[in-house]
């Protein structure tokens, strides 16, 4: 599929604007994390940087397009995230148009203690409004999956943890998903997240009890 000169450099552009504002935030240390962009829906087409880059620098190398299998629709010596796929699923089975995948302490920290609930319990906070979810007493709960290393394995269990009505999935000790339906959205819930995360963490441990959010 013939993608539009147009279209590649707005996608780069977005995607160069993110993650640099995002990078100094500090949440993509050692050149971890990934981000895309979606360009068409049929057939699906996205941008998503590149594997191994450092996220505080700008350059056109840094993002690759690609297909529904994460396969580079052009001709290209660059590589794609290694957890393509999962940006793929995502696209597949909600309204997102941009995603955003970061490590940090918080993200991890939450997401190791509430692994074996298989779920984070989120209530009685005001930031869960930034997800677009205005209801009184509103109560969320963020899918965690195991950190698989097999990256099929791992693109496949993130695909069935999908919740079209909470935009995010937690991974082991790894870090979060997060999208929206464009960039501003996807970047303001990244940040509600974090802000939840950072917020929880400091709560359980001057309570020493992660039963305070059940």
Known sequence: MEIYIEEKQKAIHILNEIKVKLYHKGWFPATSGNLSYKLHDEPLVFAVTTSGKDKGTVSNEDVI?????????????????????????????TDAKCVIHIHTPNNNFISSI?????????????????????????????????????????AEEASKAINSDVPAILIK??????????????????????????????MILFKRDKQIWR
């Open 65 to 93: 397009f690609v297909d529904k299998e994460g396969k580079a629709v052009e001709r290209t010596r660059l590589k794609p995230s290694a957890e393509t796929k999962i940006h793929s699923y995502i696209y597949q089975k």
């Open 114 to 154: 509430y692994f074996e609930d298989g779920k984070v319990p989120v209530k009685d906070m005001e930031m869960i409004k930034a997800l677009d979810i205005w209801k009184e007493d509103a109560y969320i709960e963020i899918p965690i999956i195991e950190n698989y290393f097999n990256l099929e394995k791992l």
């Open 173 to 202: 000790n790894h870090g979060i998903y997060c999208w929206g339906r464009d960039e501003f959205e996807a970047k303001r819930h990244i940040e509600a997240f974090e802000f939840i995360f950072e917020y929880m963490k400091n």
